[in-house]
Every structure is written in structure tokens, then in C-alpha cells.
């Protein structure tokens, strides 16, 4: 899900500034090459667009970002396009840091996070590859043995361990953003009279839309509210992460994003936030989500789901296991269905 959101989330964001990006990223840019590498000088960034200032080489580097990113929400060869994917994110947001609206941030991040992740075992080409060569009985046998069995389980179980440490750090990240952005407002004097909103509200730079702002603002009593709710539910998100209390947490959050999103005009903050709290959903909810697809399909009549009556599709990719816990091959075979 984080990488299918974040991979269209960017890949959106590139085609919407395409008009505009020389000016944001390209030679022509007010934030120019060298006050760029200045900048590098201080900070330590670095950015693949600063390797040339010509043009050509630059919308060669825009023509691969756009591609980088589709292959990256499909899931074509993830291990390495997950690396590319962010190369590009790191150098975009590096070569103009000030350019975009904060949402790059927490794209940077986490970018840099999925890397370590198997992002790319569900819902991608690679997963469908694996499933046609699990159903064409071509998979390695799990109990095969020697050196290179051993260093396959070796690499299994590193990947696992990286796996588990990157969707960690992933949830310990938006934890610590939620907490910290709590604290931070519990100290300001606007967010304890519940006022904040009122002065947010009427910031010209964040109105695309003005009469809907006015009118929002005409209902004080609701604003109040709506600010003590904010720094309640954000402070309050670390700590109900392991009781049901997070479903209408993660629904009011939900709820914040999309009117962050469209009455101050911030679509690629609100999307990488959104996109952020859907790593605290259980599998349960996918697959559920799954299931409605495929029901869904069905009723349409795009797939052949009637060709084969009886079969399901696996909810996960058939997985080798240790050589005692071999399962029957009438097993494997019939939990690969159709797609």
C-alpha cells in the first residue's frame, strides 16, 4: 500500500508541475545551479540533477523520474526500483528543497524507508511472477540442500529482518510526527483559546478557495471544537495504536487530511499523510478490501472467473517454507487461483 500510494502520489506530482518544471528543478530555475551547490556545501544534500546543467540531460532525468515512479506503483523488479525511486525523490526534493509544500519531507523519508521493505510482494507484477511460476511448478525446492540452500535461507531471513526493522521505523516515524506536531501546538496560545483555525483559515497563501474559507470560518463554535480535536487525537495517536480507540482515530486523522487538502491547497502533504497511516490497518482490512474487488470484477465480467469455478486467489504469494513443513502439492496448486 505505501508503495503503490507514494510511487502515484509522486509520479502525480511530477505530471502536475510538468508545465512548470524548468522553473522548479530545471537550468532555469530562480533557485539556480550554484546557489543550489552552496547550499549543498552547508547541508550535505546532493541531487543527480546537479551532475549537469544542461538542459538535455535534465529533461532526460524528468523522462526517467516519471518512469521510475509508474514502475515503482506497479511493482516491476521492486528490490531495484525501489532504490531508484529513492534516487529520485531525494534528488528532486535536494535540487529545489524550497519549492514544494512539506509533503516532500515525509516523502523523503519514507522513500528512503521502502528500500528496506519488501514492498513489492503483494499487489505488483513481481507477486503476480511468482504466483504463474508457483502455478507452473517451477518454484525451487524448499527442500533441496547445501551451500545453496543455506544461503538462501540465510537471504530469506535477512530480508525478513530488514523487512520487519523498515515498517518499524515507517510507524515509529509517523508516531513521532503526530506526537511531536501535538506537543508543538499544546504550547501555542492560539491552539489553547481555540483560535488557531480562525488565523489558518485567513492566510492568503493557503486559500485556493476563498468564499469556502469564509463560510467555514462564520461557525466559531465548530472551529473550536475542531482545534481542541485536532491536538486531542494527535497527541493521543502513539498511545492507542494497540487498542480498537485507533479505527476512529485513524478515521478522524483521515478526516483532517482531506480538509487540509482542500481548504488550504497542501494535495501532496495530505497524501503522503494519508498514505502514512495506512501502514497501522490490519492485513484483515486488505484482504477484506481484496475480496470486495474481486467480487466486484466479477459482477462486471472483466476477468474469466468462471473459467475455473472453485478456484480462489490466494490472498499472498505461496511462500517456501523449512524442509520439514513442506505442504502437499494439491495444496499449493489449488491456493493459486486465477488473477
Same mark, same amino acid.
Given at each position: 500500500?505505501?508503495?503503490?500510494?507514494?510511487?502515484?502520489?509522486?509520479?502525480?506530482?511530477?505530471?502536475?508541475?510538468?508545465?512548470?518544471?524548468?522553473?522548479?528543478?530545471?537550468?532555469?530555475?530562480?533557485?539556480?545551479?550554484?546557489?543550489?551547490?552552496?547550499?549543498?556545501?552547508?547541508?550535505?544534500?546532493?541531487?543527480?540533477?546537479?551532475?549537469?546543467?544542461?538542459?538535455?540531460?535534465?529533461?532526460?532525468?524528468? %523522462?526517467?523520474?516519471?518512469?521510475?515512479?509508474?514502475?515503482?506503483?506497479?511493482?516491476?523488479?521492486?528490490?531495484?526500483?525501489?532504490?531508484?525511486?529513492?534516487?529520485?525523490?531525494?534528488?528532486?526534493?535536494?535540487?529545489?528543497?524550497?519549492?514544494?509544500?512539506?509533503?516532500?519531507?515525509?516523502?523523503?523519508?519514507?522513500?528512503?524507508?521502502?528500500?528496506?521493505?519488501?514492498?513489492?510482494?503483494?499487489?505488483?507484477?513481481?507477486?503476480?511472477?511468482?504466483?504463474?511460476?508457483?502455478?507452473?511448478?517451477?518454484?525451487?525446492?524448499?527442500?533441496?540442500?547445501?551451500?545453496?540452500?543455506?544461503?538462501?535461507?540465510?537471504?530469506?531471513?535477512?530480508?525478513?529482518?530488514?523487512?520487519?526493522?523498515?515498517?518499524?521505523?515507517?510507524?515509529?516515524?509517523?508516531?513521532?510526527?503526530?506526537?511531536?506536531?501535538?506537543?508543538?501546538?499544546?504550547?501555542?496560545?492560539?491552539?489553547?483559546?481555540?483560535? %488557531?483555525?480562525?488565523?489558518?483559515?485567513?492566510?492568503?497563501?493557503?486559500?485556493?478557495?476563498?468564499?469556502?474559507?469564509?463560510?467555514?470560518?462564520?461557525?466559531?463554535?465548530?472551529?473550536?471544537?475542531?482545534?481542541?480535536?485536532?491536538?486531542?487525537?494527535?497527541?493521543?495517536?502513539?498511545?492507542?495504536?494497540?487498542?480498537?480507540?485507533?479505527?476512529?482515530?485513524?478515521?478522524?486523522?483521515?478526516?483532517?487530511?482531506?480538509?487540509?487538502?482542500?481548504?488550504?491547497?497542501?494535495?501532496?502533504?495530505?497524501?503522503?499523510?494519508?498514505?502514512?497511516?495506512?501502514?497501522?490497518?490490519?492485513?484483515?482490512?486488505?484482504?477484506?478490501?481484496?475480496?470486495?474487488?474481486?467480487?466486484?470484477?466479477?459482477?462486471?465480467?472483466?476477468?474469466?472467473?468462471?473459467?475455473?469455478?472453485?478456484?480462489?486467489?490466494?490472498?499472498?504469494?505461496?511462500?517456501?517454507?523449512?524442509?520439514?513443513?513442506?505442504?502437499?502439492?494439491?495444496?499449493?496448486?489449488?491456493?493459486?487461483?486465477?488473477?
Amino acid at each position: 500500500m505505501l508503495r503503490i500510494g507514494y510511487g502515484l502520489l509522486y509520479l502525480v506530482f511530477l505530471l502536475r508541475e510538468f508545465p512548470h518544471r524548468d522553473e522548479m528543478w530545471g537550468p532555469g530555475s530562480p533557485w539556480t545551479p550554484e546557489l543550489a551547490r552552496l547550499m549543498y556545501d552547508q547541508s550535505g544534500w546532493g541531487s543527480v540533477l546537479m551532475l549537469s546543467d544542461s538542459r538535455g540531460y535534465f529533461e532526460v532525468c524528468y %523522462a526517467v523520474a516519471l518512469v521510475t515512479c509508474a514502475l515503482f506503483v506497479v511493482g516491476w523488479r521492486t528490490r531495484a526500483v525501489s532504490v531508484l525511486f529513492a534516487v529520485v525523490v531525494v534528488s528532486f526534493h535536494a535540487r529545489a528543497i524550497y519549492m514544494a509544500d512539506g509533503g516532500d519531507n515525509l516523502m523523503v523519508l519514507m522513500a528512503v524507508y521502502l528500500v528496506f521493505t519488501a514492498c513489492g510482494r503483494r499487489w505488483s507484477f513481481d507477486a503476480r511472477k511468482t504466483r504463474l511460476k508457483a502455478a507452473a511448478g517451477r518454484t525451487a525446492d524448499p527442500r533441496g540442500s547445501g551451500l545453496r540452500h543455506q544461503l538462501g535461507d540465510a537471504g530469506s531471513i535477512l530480508t525478513t529482518v530488514l523487512h520487519n526493522c523498515g515498517m518499524f521505523v515507517i510507524a515509529a516515524q509517523v508516531c513521532f510526527l503526530y506526537g511531536c506536531a501535538g506537543l508543538y501546538k499544546v504550547q501555542g496560545r492560539k491552539w489553547a483559546d481555540g483560535t %488557531a483555525l480562525h488565523y489558518v483559515l485567513n492566510i492568503d497563501l493557503f486559500r485556493p478557495w476563498p468564499e469556502l474559507s469564509q463560510v467555514i470560518d462564520g461557525h466559531h463554535v465548530l472551529l473550536t471544537v475542531v482545534g481542541y480535536m485536532t491536538v486531542l487525537v494527535q497527541v493521543a495517536f502513539p498511545f492507542v495504536l494497540f487498542s480498537r480507540l485507533k479505527y476512529p482515530v485513524l478515521i478522524l486523522l483521515l478526516g483532517m487530511h482531506v480538509n487540509i487538502a482542500v481548504l488550504m491547497g497542501l494535495p501532496l502533504f495530505s497524501g503522503a499523510m494519508i498514505v502514512a497511516d495506512a501502514v497501522f490497518l490490519p492485513d484483515r482490512f486488505y484482504r477484506a478490501v481484496g475480496r470486495l474487488w474481486r467480487r466486484t470484477v466479477r459482477r462486471a465480467g472483466v476477468t474469466g472467473a468462471d473459467a475455473c469455478p472453485g478456484a480462489t486467489p490466494a490472498a499472498v504469494p505461496l511462500q517456501p517454507g523449512p524442509a520439514g513443513d513442506a505442504q502437499p502439492s494439491g495444496r499449493s496448486r489449488s491456493s493459486q487461483g486465477p488473477r
